[in-house]
């Protein structure tokens, strides 16, 4: 069965880097998202793509973050200059379009020190 | 806003035992309803969700749910436990379809042999 795959399942990075986080959605799926989940919190979405553009954002989705598909198969999630509360971890999801389920990867940790 | 409770943080059932998890969502009108889980270190995988339609739906691993309009719940059940069931669980919902998810705060389930 075809799976969303992130990468790398684990980033440590210093805190005031620049973090990209890796995802390869689902080959037909047309919606891609990200969402994260700070360690024994709930899971929280932070954007959604569509056709190329983000269609919504939530409050902690600030200019530090942005999002990319770079070509055919990639959608990535770039931090600008992390902070200590960045630390979490971070799912991509997809899904084909409406009244369809998200399908989510395994994740990527990020360790801000 | 809408929003999703799940009122209980963390069951313990014995393997072999009956299972229900409870989900309850506050939005004026019937959202689409997924419950996924999350076993340790891993994503989040999709067990089954509600659209419309008939309200008892089947998912994957022997789980089912049912929706219930007058209490606005959603809750997941499974008739006998294996201690493979052991992680956690998540309610979500979506309001039309093709939107973000929004989760519930999720229910650590142990089991015990």
């Known amino acids: 069965e075809p799976e969303v795959t992130q990468t790398p399942s684990h980033q440590v990075t210093q805190m005031g880097q620049e973090v990209i986080l890796h995802c390869v959605p689902i080959?037909?799926?047309?919606?891609f998202y990200w969402y994260r989940q700070i360690l024994g919190q709930k899971v929280e979405f932070l954007v959604s793509?569509?056709?190329?553009?983000?269609?919504?954002k939530s409050e902690i989705f600030d200019d530090q973050f942005s999002v990319e598909r770079p070509d055919g198969s990639n959608f990535t999630l770039k931090i600008r200059s992390t902070k200590l509360e960045d630390s979490a971890m971070y799912f991509c999801?997809?899904?084909?379009?409406?009244?369809?389920?998200?399908?989510f990867g395994d994740g990527t940790r990020l360790s801000i020190l | 806003a809408q929003s999703v409770t799940q009122p209980d943080i963390h069951i313990t059932v014995s393997e072999g035992a009956s299972l229900e998890l409870r989900c309850n969502y506050s939005?004026?009108?019937?959202?689409?309803l997924f419950w996924y889980v999350q076993s340790p270190g891993q994503g989040l995988q999709l067990l089954l969700k509600?659209?419309?339609?008939?309200?008892l739906v089947q998912g994957i691993k022997g789980f089912e749910a049912e929706f219930k309009r007058s209490q606005s719940s959603f809750n997941l059940r499974k008739p006998s436990v294996h201690w493979s069931d052991a992680a956690e669980y998540f309610c979500?919902?979506?309001?039309?379809?093709?939107?973000?998810?929004?989760f519930g705060t999720g229910t650590r389930l142990t089991i015990i042999p």
């Open positions: 999801a997809s899904n084909q379009g409406e009244n369809q389920p998200q399908h």
């Open positions: 080959s037909n799926h047309l919606y």
């Open positions: 793509f569509y056709n190329n553009e983000i269609s919504e």
């Open positions: 939005y004026g009108a019937t959202p689409y």
């Open positions: 509600y659209f419309s339609g008939d309200t």
């Open positions: 979500a919902v979506d309001r039309f379809g093709n939107e973000k998810l929004t």
